[in-house]
């Protein structure tokens, strides 16, 4: 595609609920990143998937959240029973992923979860 | 292991003045180093970024970084701000002989440009 797609754009879920978060990388990437942004702070990684495969996990913040990604394209991100804290913009990344190469991050408009 | 500063939240610069977001890093070796740039409520969007060569690298927008590689820096500067310019920005670095490694993000400083 011509460039990160992410859905929903928005997500209002109550407090306990699952959700779903999806990712579609600019084809070809098999570099895949998840972020997290709350209102008004930095970046905090979640996860890093090179192809199918999941090298960094470290930055998942609970076993509520996982994240899988198949066919080395699509990717989501699940978090279960949802509390208020998880409220935030969730951010997309890809890139290359090959060796040697820059590696530049093109980001997807996010989706904001609120937790009601 | 690799790491990157932005030891200022916030930058306040008179429009038309230069303006600098600092940055510094951490890495074994010779880093890649970016700059991103957020819009209030959009996303992350790449502003440049140095790999090798000149150590003064030109992006989007009119901004330039410079590479001081004694000073482990990667400064963000323009020379003559515009209130538009009133945005998040962030630093990355990458290792590039780290096999699976990833782009660490600074925490952001917030730039802010009054007319």
């Known amino acids: 595609g011509a460039g990160v797609s992410q859905s929903p754009s928005n997500k209002v879920t109550e407090k306990g609920k699952d959700v779903e978060l999806r990712c579609d990388p600019i084809?070809?990437?098999?570099?895949l990143y998840w972020y997290r942004q709350r209102l008004g702070q930095g970046l905090e990684f979640l996860i890093y998937f090179q192809g199918n495969s999941a090298p960094d996990k470290s930055g998942l913040p609970s076993d509520r959240f996982s994240a899988e990604r198949t066919g080395e394209s699509v990717s989501t991100l699940t978090i279960q029973r949802t509390q208020q804290e998880d409220s935030a913009v969730y951010l997309c990344?890809?890139?290359?992923?090959?060796?040697?190469?820059?590696?530049?991050?093109?980001f997807g408009p996010g989706t904001r979860l609120t937790v009601l | 292991a690799q790491s990157v500063a932005q030891p200022e939240d916030q930058v306040n610069v008179a429009e038309g003045n230069p303006l600098t977001v600092k940055c510094t890093y951490s890495v074994s070796g010779n880093p890649y180093l970016f700059w991103y740039v957020q819009y209030p409520n959009r996303g992350l969007q790449f502003l440049l970024k140095y790999i090798t060569g000149d150590n003064l690298v030109k992006g989007s927008y009119g901004f330039e970084a410079e590479f001081n590689k004694s000073q482990t820096s990667f400064h963000l500067k323009k020379p003559s701000a515009l209130v538009s310019d009133s945005a998040l920005y962030f630093c990355a670095v990458r290792d590039p002989y780290s096999s699976a490694s990833k782009i660490i993000f600074g925490s952001g400083t917030r730039l802010s440009i009054r007319p």
């Open positions: 990344a890809s890139s290359s992923g090959l060796a040697g190469d820059t590696d530049t991050q093109y």
């Open positions: 084809s070809g990437h098999t570099a």
